[in-house]
């Protein structure tokens, strides 16, 4: 376990095989180690158990007279034991297929207790799996028949590259495997302001390619104790000394495990490593349910949750301010862009003559109205203007229409996935924003989109898991993409591909919420004053 000492920890590591376990033992006075060392855990044995938290394990397992059992059996009387208890929400477990490759991945948000929750309910659908583990999980000798071992502390050793071998082979042969790419139980991490996984290692992805093997995300809910998150990282060390502590505290807890619709290898075959990997990241992280803070509960973000993502990246979690400055409204609607937007730095740079408001459309709809009609014939009488604004705002159902492909009920989840990743793909094509000379006019919407409409990504996407808002500060998905992303949200494909081309001339400006917590996109047109101007060229 995690107080091994290192000269034991570096012999398994370095070992081809690891030696058969004769017994199991949570002493640590138990470890068999030369002299002086075995004199030392022999005398600090007791104190050490009591400090490093194996004393609780030692006192359960012969409680409960564990040592009797093996395998399946064992975890059936382990996990009544901790009073641990689970429930499996998202596709469900049936989303496992009963056999065929399948390489299930998930983040670790614990201290390794949704690993032995894993092992036993995967054994409810195959029995023909085996989870990626660490090291450490070596000595409990009734579970190693689950597990293929590896030692994250030493990433260059032969026993790991052995057990990258033993994976890629149980794959091959058509078995299941379960792994955390992350490797460590989340931590809080100073470039994403919160408690996350580490950095997700790349094996399950090559693993995914080269045996053809579908990946099945999980996500499961919680996250470590704030003193363990701290005090790993002001001295990292402790997170060892208080692993099997952490571990301890997850008992007598309610863990959710949330599935989804399998990642096919094709999906990421065409993507750079870094970027597919992401993307897994992201496809986890996107089945944690909606809340106020992204962390998959329903309490409300509070300023210090707040300040977490403050000048980090735009995506900043911040109450939306919404200002009822109003501009030329040729057309009245209760959707006007500007009564979800502070529109006042907009008509300071512009004025207010050089700014027309288009009739707000629904997203969703765009097919079956005269919405681009609309916005056509809008263009040919109001192309004097600078900028021509149009707000989408989407609505949580879809009207009936002949294509079946479309689902006729569309989840929270799913809008507001769609407004993000609407304004992620029109904002990453904006072609005025790529020149490397720019005009007065270009300037000032740089100047816009450094200060942003509303102060920061808005109430309404933060409701997503803040992983997935990570990545969409980080890449963009083309609508084939996000429409294959939907899927693992909806039973069926949702068409974005026509409603996106339809809004191929506009780039996102800013994002808020309306009243019934809705998303409203606002998008920018650049009219015939700026379209006729010669751009500047270097």
């Known amino acids: 376990m995690s107080f091994l000492p290192k000269k034991l920890v570096d012999k398994l590591s370095h070992a081809k095989d690891l030696p058969p376990i004769k017994k199991t033992s949570f002493r640590i006075g138990n470890i068999q180690a030369k002299f002086p060392l075995n004199v030392l855990l022999k005398t600090a044995g007791p104190l050490l158990d009591r400090l490093f938290g194996t004393y609780p394990l ?40 009963q056999e065929g490759k399948a390489l ?28 990626f583990v660490n090291i450490m999980l070596y000595f409990v000798k009734e579970l190693t028949r689950f597990f293929i ?29 379960v792994i955390f790419p992350a490797g460590r139980v989340g931590l809080y991490r100073e470039d994403r302001g919160y408690i996350t996984d580490e950095s997700w290692d790349r094996m399950a992805l090559s693993l995914s390619i080269h045996t053809d093997a579908p990946l099945y995300p999980i996500f499961i ?16 060390p402790m997170k060892l000394l208080m692993l099997v502590n952490e571990f301890l505290k997850s008992f007598s807890r309610t863990i959710t495990f949330y599935t989804g619709n399998p990642i096919l290898p094709d999906e990421i075959k065409h993507m750079k490593r870094a970027r597919a990997n992401a993307y897994l990241r992201m496809r986890t992280y996107l089945l944690a349910p909606l809340s106020y ?18 000048h980090k990246h735009h995506y900043c979690i911040q109450k939306t301010q919404l200002h009822q400055n109003s501009l030329i409204n040729q057309v009245s609607h209760p959707f006007n862009a500007s009564k979800f937007f502070n529109l006042d730095k907009l008509i300071k740079l512009f004025g207010k003559e050089n700014i027309f408001e288009l009739k707000p459309v629904n997203f969703w709809t765009m ?28 609505e949580p159902t879809v009207p009936e229409v002949n294509n079946s492909d479309i689902n006729q009920s569309i989840s929270k989840k799913a809008i507001h996935l769609t407004a993000l990743w609407l304004f992620s793909y029109l904002r990453h094509f904006n072609p005025l924003m790529h020149k490397t000379k720019k005009s007065k006019f270009l300037k000032k919407l740089d100047t816009l989109y450094k200060k942003s409409l509303v ?75 700026i379209k006729n101007q010669k751009p500047a060229i270097t």
Not at 293 to 310: I, L, P, R, V
Request: charged residues 20%; negative net charge.
């Open 149 to 177: 071992f590896t030692n994250p502390m030493l990433p260059g050793s032969v026993s790991n590259a052995q057990a990258i071998r033993k994976a890629q082979k149980w794959l091959s042969e058509d078995h299941c495997l």
């Open 221 to 236: 809910d919680g996250q470590c104790s704030k003193l363990f998150s701290w005090s790993c990282r002001l001295f990292f």
């Open 455 to 529: 102060p920061g990504i808005l109430e309404s996407t933060s409701k997503l898991h803040n992983e997935v808002l990570w990545f969409f500060s980080h890449y963009w998905l083309n609508p084939e993409e996000a429409e294959t992303m939907l899927y693992g949200l909806e039973e069926k494909h949702i068409a974005l591909l026509a409603q996106a081309n339809q809004l191929k001339n506009f780039h996102a400006l800013a994002l808020a919420v309306d009243e019934n917590q809705n998303p409203v996109l606002l998008l920018f047109s650049v009219g015939n004053k």
């Open 104 to 131: 299930i991945i998930g983040n670790h948000p614990h201290g390794g207790i949704e690993g032995v929750i894993l092992s036993y309910i995967l054994n409810t659908r195959r029995t023909d799996y085996k989870l």
């Open 367 to 394: 097919e079956n109205d005269l919405s681009l009609q609309h916005i056509q014939n809008e263009f040919k009488h109001n192309n004097d203007n600078i900028i021509t604004l149009l707000a989408i705002h989407f």
């Open 293 to 310: 803070n992204g962390f998959g509960n329903n309490e409300k973000t509070t300023t210090k949750d707040a300040s977490f993502h403050k």
């Open 58 to 97: 030692h006192c359960m397992y012969h409680r409960y007279k564990l040592w009797r059992y093996d395998g399946i059996e064992f975890l059936e009387h382990f996990l009544p034991a901790t009073g641990v208890k689970y429930i499996i929400q998202g596709k469900g477990l049936e989303i496992i297929p």
